[in-house]
């Protein structure tokens, strides 16, 4: 006998017919002889309802209030399900978040889970019931309601599969499986049999909202197998788990989030600790930070562009505002009209030519890219928003993502298969009680000393000018690194630095040379030895702080910051290679220390 968890998202109990049939999934379940413990969305797009009459009221409801008031949608429907299933003839018993005892901190609307009681569910899975829970909420130590955030019921549902030590975590939702993009914008997309936590996480942080970025984190975290299939059948989907689908392609999957902005700090302060102060003023309002680029510009002043999402633009210009007048700043300027497009795959991490082939993509479908940054399993571009999709096809196309790669194997023997990895649940299960469960957690903290760094100024922001670029460095063998393009804030040019293994430095400054035959006016530089240092661990995007924490390390230890990107896993940042040592050391004692 096996305990499994089954989740149904809003779609999939929109209706009572709905709330039936996924009654029914659960109980043949149940008849076969599993435990199942059933967490339950919010009936069709009721959150949204609630969110909009909020609105009606006040343009800036108490956030307390709203969970208050959200928490309602999911009471409805555990409900509904357990009268669904009383009506079939079983046993179901509903429970909402505090009944369970699914602590939470109080950041009302984002809040994180602490810590999960078993005992009521497991007492009522052994008396024969089917448990059925409330998805997307909890309670704080005050007895407040609390929500994890919109999509958080797959966060309940993954956190209740690693605390009961679940077989498996079924998401049914009304796409049958994860596919390489949103099949709803790129009707071409191929549903894969499987994909790795940290391609899942990346992708659902960069646009593909089919699953909550933070339940990624606890499968990862606590090793969950997670099947994502349709509501409305029993076919297989999608195995989320450790390994990727095939270890021969370097991009499993691309995204978009359309409604971006871009935000440039004019005129820093090249000194060490603006960064910081920066960053911090936006982090004390919650505010997701992505797609950083710092670029020297004259004078020892320098630019900073980042991206937001876009409904969080007027909290980060509020905090823009007292921030540019405490660092000495000149002005900052921001582009609403701007969407992010990313490509993500482990295999990326070991393939020379991977950026070149979707910059040359972009250049031909017409594309203008406006800013890059990559990581070491993704390359995000920011484009123009009316260039959105076709940016989008043009990178699904040029992986060739509606194909399957070779040597797939069938879903059922990789479920079992790793479930195995799973081990000793209980040792698990123990392991998590009296855990903050979704603190953050770093695993480490390394220096690359090996690297060099050639940055272009002054290139013109026109379409193919990055695909000529890494087309050279790839035709001469050179693996590249980190690649960051600013957008400069003047002129309409753009600042490209990378990085390549030091003993490469000359194959790839020459193909930077290469550019003058064709632009006027490039200003390019190198670092001959510069220092790469990572950070890595589980919620390094969700919890905003670990970025501002090196920045602040660093900037107490004297040491500037030449380049950063930041992703799911992994925080990186490049500085003078003289510093490497010193500033690894102050790193390891930031991060020991917490
Ligand atoms: P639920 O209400 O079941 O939680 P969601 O609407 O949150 O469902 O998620 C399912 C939707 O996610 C799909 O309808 C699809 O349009 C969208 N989606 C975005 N990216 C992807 C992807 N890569 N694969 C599958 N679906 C995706
Ligand atoms: N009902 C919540 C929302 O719509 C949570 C969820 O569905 O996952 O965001
Ligand atoms: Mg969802």
Redesign the pocket.
Known sequence: MALIVQKF??TSVATSEKILAAARKAIRAHRDGDQVVMVV??MGKQ?DMLVDLAKQISDCPPAREMDMLLST??QVSVALMAMAIDSLGFSGVSLTGAQIGIMTDSIHTKARIKSISTDRMQKLLDDGNIVIAA??QGIDEDFNITTLG?????TTAVALAAVLGAATCEIHTDVDGVYTTDPRVLPEARRVHRISYDEMLELASLGAGVM?NRSIEFAKKYGVAIHVRSSLSDADGTMIVTDPESDQQAVCGAAVTKNEARVTVIGVPDIPGTSWEIFSRIAERNVTVDMIVQNVGAGGKANISFTVPLEELDETKSALRQAVDEVGADSFTCDDQVSKVSAVGLGMAAQTGVADRMFAALSEAGVNIHMITTSEIKISVLVHRDQAQAALRAVHHVFALHEQPAGVESIRSLERGENAVRGDVAAIVADLQGADMEELVINDVSLDGDQARVTIAGVPDQPGVAAQVFQQVAAAGVFVDMIVQSFDGVDGLATLSFTVPRSNLDEATAAAEGLRQQFDGLHITRGAHVAKLSVSGIGLRSHTGVAIRMFRTLSDAGVNVAMINTSEVRVNVVVAGAEGDRALGCLQAAFDAQ
Request: hydrophobic share 15%; net charge negative.
């Open positions: 998202g809003g969305s919010a959150t949608g999911e998805g997307f919109r999509g958080g019921s797959d909550h």
